[in-house]
């Protein structure tokens, strides 16, 4: 599937991401790198960020912190040091399938359709409120 999206970019360093993708196309991950290795910057204010949604599929490790929420985490693209989304899933919000103990067991692929809460520059991690979990 594919959906248009604009990125703002500096023609020099739009020009170097391409001489290193693969067939001069620069994919979501090649951006999440050069953001992670400081190359580029998410210059979106983060009034701005918390309204925007956006879905994320990617292999998800789970967690129970003590308050009993679930915590997701999946790495974004392929950078050192990496990148990761988070996913704070409500213990009241009744996410019940996560409360399950076989997904505190090693990785599982999902979609998260979410809103951005927060960027992370130092941590290199994106927060997101779930709107909806597919896996």
Avoid at 23 to 48: H, P
Wanted: glycine fraction near 10%.
């Amino acid at each position: 599937m594919r959906s248009p999206v604009v990125v703002g970019l500096e023609p020099d360093i739009a020009e170097k991401l391409r001489k290193a993708a693969p067939e001069g196309r620069i994919s979501w991950a090649d951006v999440a790198d050069a953001a992670a290795d400081g190359t580029v910057r998410f210059g979106m204010a983060l009034s701005a960020l918390r309204l925007a949604y956006v879905s994320v599929t990617g292999d998800f490790t789970a967690r129970r912190p003590e308050n009993g929420d679930v915590q997701l985490r999946a790495r974004y693209g392929s950078g050192e040091p990496p990148a990761h989304v988070e996913i704070i899933c409500d213990e009241s919000a009744g996410r019940g399938d996560f409360r399950k103990e076989r997904y505190h067991r090693g990785q599982f692929t999902a979609r998260c359709l979410g809103k951005a809460r927060g960027w992370d520059a130092q941590t290199g991690e994106l927060s997101l409120d779930p709107v909806a979990i597919f896996r």
